[in-house]
């Protein structure tokens, strides 16, 4: 695994072995990043797996782009959303696929990027768009969502318990136009808070949550994402956050399950058929070697699961 660009992929050898990249085989990442990831799946999968790969952010095409060049045709790179990925595959006439990757959030190429506006780190407009063309910034939230629904999107996607005392000093000091003094603004108003953690984290994920509409793009590509594979395909997931997390379990449990009618009902109404069996009942998580050497994959939990 190369270690020479911008972003070090996380639990590498897990997606592989997770995935089982073969010959003729068909995969997607649906979160290219700089293509760690991709570039394994394309070198197991020698000499004529396929990959399609998406990405909101151009730039990461870009690297992606340059990084994946030696696979040639094997590797169809487009800047789009996984939301998209049905309409993607019919482009590409592919019935079905092998293995589909989704590694979510945000990249060190995107946090290391002060004028992205994703770290509070040095100072940076506030942007925290994977995608440039999307209208909404975090610069519009901060400065011009009322109160009330400025705190209740810290309180969702940071889980952040002072929501409301962080949304009201915002309000009180716009208008707010960078990422320091943002992060000094919630510092200020959460007094605090545990060694080690900056009090603005939990502020600047539900900001970049709501402005890539993160939660949303998940729900909807889950179900997506099964319906793409063939039987005995893989879909593996990591996720970065409990919000992530929660949905993927819950989606993976649900459809894991031939009934699910509520537990006290006696004869089943649903129809529901499992479409989908859990290859990894708790997550995998990064070692400690990993997270020495890489400490953003440090909350990293990885769940996989395998089409009927
Ligand atoms: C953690 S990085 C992926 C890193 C990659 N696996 C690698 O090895 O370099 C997540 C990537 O997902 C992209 N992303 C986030 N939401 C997306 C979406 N809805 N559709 C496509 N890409 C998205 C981000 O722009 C970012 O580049």
Not at 47 to 71: E, T
Not at 179 to 200: D, K, M, W, Y
Request: charged share 20%.
């Amino acid at each position: 695994m190369p270690a020479s660009y911008p972003h070090l992929p996380v639990l590498y050898h897990e997606i592989i072995l997770a995935l089982r990249p073969r010959r003729e085989g068909y995969y997607v990442d649906g979160t290219l990043g700089a293509g760690g990831h991709a570039a394994g799946i394309l070198e197991v999968s020698e000499p004529d797996g396929r990959l399609l790969g998406m990405d909101l952010d151009p730039q990461a095409v870009w690297i992606a782009r340059q990084r994946l060049a030696p696979f040639g045709q094997r590797a169809v790179i487009v800047q789009a959303s996984y939301t998209c990925l049905r309409e993607q595959l019919e482009v590409l006439g592919w019935q079905a696929v092998n293995g589909i990757l989704l590694d979510l959030g945000v990249s060190s190429m995107q946090l290391d990027t002060p004028e992205r506006g994703f770290s509070f780190q040095s100072d940076a407009p506030l942007d925290m768009r994977f995608d440039p063309a999307n209208p909404v910034t975090a610069d519009e939230l901060v400065n011009s969502l009322p109160e009330n629904d400025l705190a209740d999107v810290i309180f969702r996607f940071g889980e952040e318990r002072r929501a409301y005392q962080v949304a009201r000093a915002i309000v009180r000091s716009r208008p707010i136009h960078g990422t320091s003094q943002l992060a000094e603004i919630v510092a200020r108003a959460t007094r605090g808070g545990r060694p080690g953690f900056h009090p603005a984290t939990r502020t600047f994920q539900a900001l970049r949550i709501a402005v890539n509409r993160e939660l949303e793009a998940l729900e909807t590509v889950l179900p997506l994402a099964v319906g793409a594979l063939a039987p005995t395909g893989r879909l593996a997931v990591i996720a970065f956050h409990s919000l992530e997390d929660r949905i993927v379990k819950h989606y993976f449990r649900q459809e894991s399950q031939d009934c699910i009618c509520p537990p006290r009902q006696a004869v089943c109404t649903c129809g529901h058929h499992a479409s989908i069996r859990e290859i990894t009942r708790h997550p995998i998580q990064p070692s400690e070697a990993e997270i020495n050497t890489n400490p953003r994959a440090r909350s990293a939990k990885l769940r996989i699961v395998e089409k009927i």
